[in-house]
């Protein structure tokens, strides 16, 4: 089982709605039941593979409120420029600057989990997502330690 560590001040729905409706999205539940107690924290299983790709690595959960140290607002803000299209949500990171998202383009109610890698991004924004899985729980069942 995952933990989750170093987590911001709990949160709740009412934060929760409010950034949905920012958004324009309805978070999954099972992604809100995570994140209303470990807003901003970092899972203790950290790797997970993917397609060809073995060892990617969760670093962390974007924040929902603004003083969070990486607010999913403000990540969001920074790939307006093109990078991240239209109905992606990074809700997670790495440590190397890519995200892992939700994917709303072909199922508003249904997201399914994507990988965006930020240097394929500059020249081909749909080359830069990589299918993960289809729900936020099947990602944190993949997780697993070094």
Same mark, same amino acid.
């Given at each position: 089982?995952?933990?989750?560590?170093?987590?911001?001040?709990?949160?709740?729905?009412?934060?929760?709605?409010?950034?949905?409706?920012?958004?324009?999205?309805?978070?999954?539940? =099972?992604?809100?039941?995570?994140?209303?107690?470990?807003?901003?924290? *970092?899972?203790?299983?950290?790797?997970?593979?993917?397609?060809?790709?073995?060892?990617? !690595?969760?670093? *962390?959960?974007?924040?929902?409120?603004? =003083?969070?140290?990486?607010?999913?607002?403000?990540?969001?803000? =920074?790939?307006?420029?093109? *990078?991240?299209?239209?109905?992606?949500?990074?809700?997670?990171?790495?440590?190397?600057?890519?995200?892992?998202?939700?994917?709303? *383009?072909?199922?508003?109610?249904?997201?399914? !989990?994507?990988?965006?890698?930020?240097?394929?991004?500059?020249?081909?924004?749909?080359?830069?997502?990589?299918?993960?899985?289809?729900?936020?729980?099947?990602?944190?069942?993949?997780?697993?330690?070094?």
């Amino acid at each position: 089982m995952t933990e989750w560590r170093f987590a911001e001040e709990p949160i709740g729905e009412t934060t929760v709605k409010k950034i949905e409706k920012a958004l324009d999205i309805k978070f999954p539940n =099972d992604y809100i039941s995570t994140i209303l107690n470990n807003n901003g924290a *970092r899972p203790s299983k950290k790797i997970f593979d993917y397609g060809n790709t073995k060892g990617a !690595v969760f670093n *962390r959960l974007h924040g929902l409120t603004e =003083d969070s140290s990486s607010f999913i607002l403000e990540v969001l803000e =920074d790939y307006q420029d093109g *990078r991240m299209l239209s109905g992606v949500v990074p809700f997670a990171c790495d440590p190397f600057g890519n995200e892992i998202c939700f994917d709303y *383009r072909q199922n508003k109610e249904n997201p399914t !989990v994507v990988f965006w890698d930020h240097e394929i991004a500059y020249e081909d924004p749909d080359g830069a997502l990589s299918h993960i899985c289809d729900s936020f729980t099947e990602l944190v069942d993949k997780l697993y330690e070094e």
